[in-house]
């Protein structure tokens, strides 16, 4: 167990995203992401959740989406890192998560 999971909380896509042991993983509606969620207004490849084990946070990058990415109600800035804190709710254009 790494510690970290993004839980679905809109019912589309998958249940939840797990690191299992990746330091980064990709995020978006694509095959090219490294975990698929559903729904056009997620880009392809939409977001990066990255893991540092030794200061126990993920930071969260939205890739330049077309619908973007909201971290608490505040929108993320293109290509600059978010730090994720437990119950922190991330909407992926239309698709929401919340990080557990």
């Known amino acids: 167990d790494d510690g970290f999971a ?17 330091s980064a993983v990709t995020v978006g509606r694509g095959s090219a992401a490294g975990e698929q969620l559903g729904g056009k207004a997620c880009s392809r490849v939409h977001a990066q959740l990255a893991f540092h084990a030794e200061h126990a946070h993920v930071l969260l990058t939205d890739l330049g989406s077309v619908h973007g990415t909201m971290v608490d109600g505040v929108e993320a800035v293109p290509n600059v890192p978010v730090p994720l804190k437990q119950g922190s709710v991330v909407r992926f254009g239309a698709s929401a998560a919340g990080a557990v």
């Open 6 to 22: 993004l839980t679905r909380v809109d019912g589309v896509g998958p249940a939840w995203i797990r690191f299992g042991g990746r």
